[in-house]
């Protein structure tokens, strides 16, 4: 008699004995024992696609392949007198063997273990989750490659942490906790370790299910929820601390499509807590690097996002995009301090609307509010230092507008030495009568372009500069900076080195009193004010080639779109050369506009950070205004 062909579902015995059966009740026969792959979908498994996990698809039709007993002198002889078929299959199997399928594909955790939702097979509670022994390569542990399925609401105790990993996913196979339909975690006042702790845990992705967050220029409700109920200041707790997810020492984590919610709820000018960065929705501080946040909700919170790389050596991948962020003092913090030799390179924030810090305000003004915080210092935390910076760093697409309160500094703000950044078509709308007290950037730092950004302040309550260089090889083009007392200035110390300046085909659209502020080399500073004379004044003290003066009417949209007869159309340099598709070193976005319009490849760009029209058709340049374009 032939020996058996086990076939083996997800469900099926271990039976070595005895003859195994098709779905038709048939015996199934073969000349020598294997274990074959079967795709039979395991009971009340979701069949929902991930196309945001391409391991899934191998996983999710594939089970463990456990053993194949064949010794190699039976091995050859089955091969010779083997059918064809049998010899394909043998082919197959020596092929998978080499491949690593350990831990379970899917987990589902449920609040009580129960069943209900998606979560239907042998579901286990957050306690199983949290214990060391159902970690690991075996088949009913969670391990790389496996997906953590929550369904549910899952209710904490004040300062309590409900998931903490146990152990790490693996390059390429991180371990997925997947927020299925209508998952919540809420808490009065979730701990400071995270309602999801993972601290010094790597390759893991915290999914909140479906796609959210700040998506063409729109907002997109989110599926997946971390929330606070009753931590602020008129509410039952003052939990200076909390945060939704602790990652402080994780490397190569993404979290994306979750909606963070009244980590803090400050209420009165009077509650200064204890100072920054309090309670907040992701920490990350000390991380490995490849850090990817993005598609997310986020709301109420002191320092929201708040991390860096290991104060030794150099930090690679932070990456924020797609977020909608807002009553916060902080959108984004991210910092070094040493006197050693520290670097964190390749920092990208893109697409992301952050807005409204004004709730943060106190009477002491212990916050500073900046929606992008970048600061490279010594030890001290002060002192200027060569061997602490960030460097490649990217910042584009984004808008910041909303009240951003009395105790602001900037919508981007750079303190220290960082060393090589690129800023371009962002917005920035003033609000309120608010002045952004270093303006919409505070670009102090080495080798910084400023391209094709729309910088609109608040009127005559915007009295300081709304774009502040201050450093080395700083570059300012194609920018529409309108509606401030002050617009812009040049600086002329820098503790890093001689600043030098190239300024060209920037439109200034009514400023006030000490419009332009320029400090010569030599030392004094001159105040100009928003007269011709006084901007054909800064052109020569700056050299500026290109520029438009503009003393009336702007016509810009309120969003700073230009219309039709806008000075800024067709006034801009083109720097398609720069585009990397075009061998340059800047993101692509840089030749479409901040809608995804075209900019045009030959050709006059338009001034700021949108086109004019459809994918970058120009009209006739405008006639008959009170402007001069240079």
Known sequence: MGRKLLVLGPDSPKRET????NDTGHALTAPTSIFVLSNIKKAGQSSRSRANSPYWELLQTSTVLRRAKLRASRLTEEMVKAPWQLIGAIILVSTLATLSFGSATNVYITPDGNAQGA?????HNPAWFNSAANWGGG???????TTVHLCGTFTGNTNQSMLAAQSNGTSGNPVTIFFESGTNLTSPAWTGAGAIDL??????????????????????SCNGTIQNTANGTNLANQNVNSLAISANGATDIEIRNLLVANMYVHGS????????????CVHFNGSGGSINIHNNIMHDAAWCLNGGGVQSGTTT??????????????GVGMGIVSNGTVMYKNITFHDNHIHDTAIW???????????????????DGTSWCANATMTNINIYNNLCDGDWGKDNTGCIFFEGNENGANVFNNVN???????????????YGININIFNNTIIGSGSGQVSYLVNPQGPNVVVKNNVITDGVQLTGQNNEYPGGQPSYVWSNNAYMNGGSNAWVFCHMGGGCDFLNFTKSSFNTWEGWTSESGGVYVNGAEKLDSQGRPQSGSAVIAAAVNLSNLCSKNGGTFPDALCNDRDGNSRPSNGSWDIGAYVFGNNGSKPDPPSGLAADVH
């Open 18 to 21: 005895g003859h195994c059966t």
């Open 119 to 123: 979560c239907t097979a042998s579901p």
């Open 139 to 145: 088949s009913n542990q969670i391990g790389p490659g």
């Open 199 to 220: 601290d010094n845990r790597s390759h893991f992705v915290v999914d909140g299910g479906t796609s959210c967050g700040f998506i063409n220029g729109a907002v997109t």
């Open 269 to 280: 000018s009077q509650d200064d807590l204890t100072g920054p960065p309090g309670p907040g």
């Open 317 to 330: 991948g932070f990456s924020f995009a797609n977020n909608e962020i807002y009553n916060f003092d902080h």
């Open 361 to 379: 305000d106190t009477f002491n003004s212990n916050f500073h509010h900046d929606g992008i915080h970048l600061f490279s210092y010594c030890g």
């Open 429 to 443: 709308i003033g609000c309120c009568g608010r002045s952004m007290n270093n303006g919409f950037f505070n670009a």
